[in-house]
């Protein structure tokens, strides 16, 4: 792989959606000295989501770019406690005891993540040449060939690759991989929610259930399953509500379908009192509710000079929250693997090594956390989310495997 200083122009990268991960690959590839255009569908005016989960795995990238999402509000995990339907704890852990991760896991608000990376992707000040970002600009075609993308309004525009970041319902995705391959009702979905944790507290009937600040926290009904774990400094309460699809009226794919909360009640109206007492704490104009996905494995993560990245390319259920992380594993990588002074000769080569070092572990995370979100017998149940967290601190402690690249971009790794 020739590098030839002498010929050391940026490259030009398209980014077809700007996400978590398409904004992750466009701040680091800026920070390489690299010419970045990020197309987005929305006018990201109203930004939106609930909290994400960030892994020892995302942190330390983040970290890496000058992003600290202690600064965002994020909190650290610090227990996990696990209920029964009926509210009866099951289980306690401490987490801090766990100190196998290299980076602290911390809940984030995910708009204050979002907001964060664009600023930083964009502003004037800081290394490399400040990302443009169009908003309102919707990617219908990407000629791989030529490095070309089309926009809704027929304007098009030629660079050395493109990142297809455009989510779970990706258009990059149908030529990289052909229409076939698409996202699929799992069966369950999700309705999702924020209550402040003061809210919680002030009942002196649940107020238990807000009593630990990080504390990650699940009730397990015999299909239905709620998990709660706090943002903002502790003050806000992330909820996730699970349930079969036949329960909801999700309809779209989108994050943001309506829902009630009479709806609600009436999906989780096995669960004990105390737990449904808290659920009508629930502001019904904030909560939504959210179909998950599923999609078989993608035979290749690019075509041409055009690679899929994020949910693009591998939509992940929501059991383990690492749905950000690994597009973040993702875009880093991308990002180790042009340096500045790469050439376009060599990215072909660049994206060939992309896909080997990406595509087992991206698809053995998914397939575990598809495992997680399987039903389980009563004595399983009491032990599902120790087993998930083992799995889960086995998967996210585990080193991006691009040691190699490390010396080569250390800003990005070290
Ligand atoms: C609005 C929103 C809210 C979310 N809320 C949560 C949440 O509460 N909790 C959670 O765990 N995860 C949430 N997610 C998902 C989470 O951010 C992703 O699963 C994860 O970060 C992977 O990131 P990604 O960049 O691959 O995809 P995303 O973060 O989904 O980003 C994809 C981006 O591409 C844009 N896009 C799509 N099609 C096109 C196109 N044709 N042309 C140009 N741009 C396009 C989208 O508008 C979006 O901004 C949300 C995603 C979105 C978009």
């Keep these: 792989m020739a590098q030839d200083s002498s010929k050391d122009v940026p490259l030009k990268v398209l980014v077809a959606g700007g996400g978590i991960g398409g904004l992750v690959a466009a701040l680091g590839l800026r920070q390489q000295g690299h010419d970045v255009i990020v197309f987005e569908r929305t ?11 960030i892994g020892p795995n995302g942190h330390g990238i983040l970290k890496n770019l000058g992003i600290f999402p202690e600064e965002l509000g994020a909190n650290q995990f610090e227990k996990f406690a696990d209920y029964d339907a009926q509210g009866e704890l099951k289980n306690l852990m401490d987490l801090l005891s766990l100190d ?43 000629d791989p060939e030529s490095a070309t993308v089309v926009l809704e309004d027929g304007s098009k525009y030629t660079g050395d690759i493109v990142l297809g970041a455009d989510g779970v319902s990706s258009n ?3 030529i990289v991989v052909g229409p076939e391959i698409k996202p699929r009702g799992s069966g369950k979905s999700l309705f999702r929610f924020m209550i402040p944790r003061e809210a919680i507290q002030k009942n002196p009937r649940i107020a238990h259930f807000a009593q630990y600040n990080g504390c990650m926290t699940s009730w397990h009904g015999e299909v239905c399953r709620l998990v709660m774990y706090p943002c903002v400094n502790n ?41 449904k007492e808290m659920l009508d704490l629930v502001d019904s104009s904030t909560l939504k509710v959210w179909s998950l996905l599923d999609m078989e494995r993608i035979p290749r993560w690019y075509k041409g000079r055009l690679a899929l990245l994020g949910d693009a390319a591998h939509p992940f259920m929501p059991y383990q929250g690492q749905g950000a992380c690994v597009a973040m594993e993702d875009a880093a990588s ?18 060939a090594l992309y896909q080997s070092i990406r595509d087992e572990r991206a698809h053995r995370i998914q397939a575990s956390t598809r495992n997680s979100g399987q039903d389980l017998g009563e004595e399983e149940k009491r032990q599902v989310d120790c087993e998930i967290l083992q799995r889960s601190s086995k998967n996210i402690s585990e080193t991006v495997p691009v040691q190699e690249f490390r010396s080569a971009v250390p800003h990005v790794w070290n």
């Design 100 to 142: 196998v991760w290299p980076h602290k896991w911390v809940g984030c608000h995910r708009v204050a993540l979002h907001e964060k990376l664009k600023e930083k992707a964009i502003a004037l000040e800081g290394p490399g040449i400040p990302v443009t970002l169009k908003t309102s600009s919707i990617v219908v075609d990407v």
């Design 334 to 351: 991308i990002v180790a693997l042009l340096p500045r002074g790469t050439s376009k000769d060599d990215i072909l080569e660049r994206l």
């Design 235 to 275: 003050t806000l309460m992330n909820f996730g509500a699970i349930h079969p699809s036949y329960m909801s009226p999700a309809k779209g794919e989108g994050w943001d379908q309506e829902a009630s909360k009479e709806k609600l009640l009436e999906v989780f109206g096995a669960f004990g009192p105390q737990v």
């Design 172 to 174: 990059t995705r149908k």
């Design 43 to 53: 006018d990201l005016a109203k930004e939106f989501g609930a909290a994400i989960h």
